[in-house]
Structures are given as C-alpha cells and as structure tokens.
C-alpha cells in the first residue's frame, strides 16, 4: 500500500492535510523511474499551493523529495541514475508520496557526500538562491562597493544566500524579526551584519552599517509592510525583489516612493524559472544548486523532522514564527 500526502480543498495546511494509503506503486514506462521516498521537505511554497488551490478535488502535495530509485524503465540513460541510486525528485506535483514514477529528468543524482537530510532539500532552495543571486548580480549591487539586503534571512534560502555572499565576496546586510534570532544568525554568520526588525529604530541601523554605499536591491519573501519599509531604503534605480508571500497584506506601497526615486519591484519564482528559462540554463542552474548542496552543506538547517503520520504537526511547525531551517518529514 502506498501512503500519500493529500488534500482535498484548499485551507490552512494543518488542517487540511492527511495521510491517504492505497494502492501498488506503479511500473516505470519508457523513460521513467520509480522512486521509493525516504524523505521530503516542507517549503513555503507547498503551503500557499494548498491554502489557494482554486477547486475542491483530491491532490497529493509537494514539489520535492529525495529517495531510491527502486526500478528503471526503457530508454533510460542517465548518468548516476539506476537502481539503488539516490536521487533527488524536483518540480514533480505530488511527490509527498512514498512511491513516485517520474520521467528520468526530473530525477537528479544525490552525491555520494551529500547526506539524506541535505539531499532532500538540494534542489528547491539552493536553485531560488541561485535566481536571487543572479538577479542582485542584475542590480549591481554585487561589485562596485554596492550593498543589498535581506529580511526572513534565518529562513532556509536566507542562510544559503548568506552563505553564498560570504564565498563570493558580496557585501549583505540581513534582516531578522528579533535579538534572538539575530543572535543565532551571527552565530553562524560573524562576518555578516544582521539587523532585528523588531528595534523601533532598525532602518537607521540599516543605513549606519551601508555607510553611504549604494543600496541597489533588497530580497524579500515576506510581502506587506515590511517591503514597503525596504523600498524606503533602497538608493535611487534599486530593485525589491520578492520570492515570497508570507505577510497575508499586500506591499504597502506609495506612489510618491517610485516615483522619487525611480524603483523597481520585480517577482522572482521556481515556477517561472522552468517557464522562461532555457533547457541549457536549466541544467546549467541544477548544476550549480548541487554544487551548492556539496560545498555548503553547514548551511542546510533542518527546523524539525517528523514521521509522515504526524504531517499536520509538520505542517503547523513549518509556519511556527522564528523557525530557523526546513521541516522535513519521513516515510518510515
């Protein structure tokens, strides 16, 4: 019997999600895998999926897992790909299940140093920072003395982005909710500034530690009135970028801040990236997410890990306030 992690209308996640069991795992066809999940994580972006589906149908959940590949179809060549291999499964609606048949390219090949805990979280993150970097690089703000910020950065894609910053060289201040959390931010990251947003006085903070230095983009998956108050920091030209939602308000936003200072807010997506971006780039971009996963594996914080019957538990912790890492859940 196969368990699945399914839904049936949209809602708060804890409420909505259950543990469905039924059925064989099927066969692998031409070109396909089967893969038997050991493990998946819970991101941002598989809650607000289930809170904004738009039609009450049974759906299983999820984008990513990581597991072995138990059978392989006809056609399949693909290197580091057979049976026993671990692999990670990216993009591939519905795989919180504990049995996936998948074509073979969205299966990609788990490094043998790259722990399970890791593995499962290789591709979703580590891909967002690879767009979040390469449109800051857009900005100018990597190189020529510039700055850029972001908030929710004790956040998964936050402390990679950090950690990605520090590698190369780009100056970053971050934005955490509380001393707390900032506390444990510096702990893993002295060499970076952080700021608690908290401190009545916090932008202040933010623009003694810029020190006149242009202030061209600011990363932000929270939305509502904390992008406003980045707008407001950003030099004359720089770019919001936003990867998120997490604020239930909208931006708050007036029109007098661009047109003063001729800003831009720009939407970063996974979803977008597989829209518009070339197979080429793609896998040039997988590439470097895995590398990411190799190189900077100190980085990936798990928040929690619970075993798949206790997915409403998982999900409720998933969007706890001041949680530092990614929920992941296991087929036991």
Known sequence: MV???????????????????GGEPASPGSGQLLVRVTTFPIHPGDLMAIESADANAL???????????????????????????????????GAWSE??????????????????????????????????????????????????LQSAAGSSVG??????AEHHGMALVNLVRTDEGADRLKHSFPATPVVATSRPNWPHDVRTLVAGRPLTAALDPVGGRLAGDLLGLLSPGGTLITYGA?????IALHAATLLGNALTVRGVTINRWVATTSPEQRDWDVTTAVAI????????VVAGRYPVADIAAAADHAVRPGKTGTVLVEFD
């Open 159 to 164: 402390r990679l982005m950090t950690a990605a």
């Open 3 to 21: 368990r699945r992690v399914v839904y049936e209308s949209p809602g708060t996640p804890a409420d909505v999600l259950r543990v469905q069991s």
């Open 246 to 250: 997490l604020a239930k308000q909208p």
């Open 59 to 93: 759906r299983v959940a999820g984008v990513e897992a990581t597991g072995i590949v138990e059978a392989v179809g006809a056609g399949v060549v693909k290197p580091g790909v057979d049976v026993g291999s671990r692999v990670t499964v990216f993009l591939h609606p």
């Open 99 to 148: 049995y996936l048949t998948v074509p073979s390219e969205f299966a990609v090949p788990v490094p043998d140093g790259v722990g399970t805990d890791v593995a499962a979280m290789m591709l979703v993150n580590p891909l967002t920072v690879v767009m979040l970097r390469r449109a800051v690089e857009a900005t100018g703000a990597a190189g020529y003395n510039g700055v850029f």
């Open 293 to 300: 996963a190799e190189a900077l594996g100190n980085a990936f």
